[in-house]
């Protein structure tokens, strides 16, 4: 397997870990512990809920794309192109997070929400057609 997907994927991994932790210290401080106690969205909880939350859903999704891209690249070089959005995306999920966490509220964009969001979105869909470009 090539290092920079094993990398990135285990970068994936201590994001979503260190959110829940994240997560686990914010429920101590404000003593929100119940699902959905949290609601106030320019809340320290609610944005470490759903920096935690968001990161969970993407996590798994990104490591098996992962597996995927090293599987079709198989005793291949990746390129240039390959490894530079398997970081990007990988980048992406931390800005996304960080946007989450010092956004003033989460009823507003925050630019590090939405350029986290934009390179998951269309550097996932280009690296998957890559990807199947690569199987066929």
């Known amino acids: 397997m090539h290092t920079t997907l094993i990398l990135c994927s285990a970068a994936l991994v201590v994001l979503t870990l260190l959110l829940g932790f994240w997560t686990s210290i914010m429920r101590g401080r404000t003593k929100a512990i119940a699902y959905g106690a949290a609601s106030d969205p320019a809340g320290s909880m609610l944005k470490a809920q759903r920096a935690h939350g968001n990161a969970s859903e993407y996590t798994a999704l990104l490591i098996g794309l992962f597996l995927l891209t090293g599987f079709a690249y198989a005793g291949r070089d990746l390129g240039l192109a390959v490894t530079s ?19 003033a509220t989460l009823e507003k ?28």
């Open 109 to 136: 964009p925050h630019p590090l929400k939405a350029i986290g969001a934009v390179i998951t979105y269309f550097g996932g869909i280009i690296l998957a057609g890559m990807v199947i470009g690569k199987a066929l």
């Open 85 to 103: 959005l398997v970081i990007a995306i990988t980048l992406a999920r931390f800005l996304h997070a960080i946007g989450f966490l010092v956004c």
